[in-house]
């Protein structure tokens, strides 16, 4: 299997753990220096980013999230993802909220393993 298709396979695998909401399969993919920034500008850190997947993949939640792939750029141990984020879940008064995102990802090759550890919203 060559890099960019074990990338695919990692990222989708990513995306079936919060779908299942399996907090700790998707604590796997996400390493402990893990940084995200949104459009405007607001970063969050991996304690940040876990205290909201443990809130929206909770026992009885019903977030979903869809994925698609639109490029892979692998320089060595590192890789850029660029995703296409679609994500359902019901918020406040039982409305059910749908937004897409984009972003690009960072992957690092750490003991082998790809791991999440920054991302970027477009």
Wanted: aromatic share 8%; proline share 2%; hydrophobic share 40%.
């Amino acid at each position: 299997m060559g890099t960019d298709q074990e990338l695919r396979t990692q990222r989708e695998a990513l995306a079936q753990a919060v779908n299942r909401h399996d907090i700790e399969a998707v604590k796997a993919f996400i390493h402990p220096s893990y940084v995200g920034q949104s459009k405007r500008g607001r970063s969050v850190g991996y304690e940040d980013m876990m205290r909201l997947a443990e809130q929206l993949l909770a026992p009885g939640g019903d977030f979903e999230e869809e994925v698609e792939i639109e490029d892979i750029t692998v320089t060595g141990d590192k890789a850029r993802i660029t995703v296409r984020r679609t994500h359902a879940v019901t918020a406040w008064l039982w409305i059910k909220s749908r937004a897409t995102t984009r972003a690009v990802e960072t992957w690092w090759q750490v003991d082998g393993r790809w791991q999440l550890v920054e991302e970027q919203e477009l």
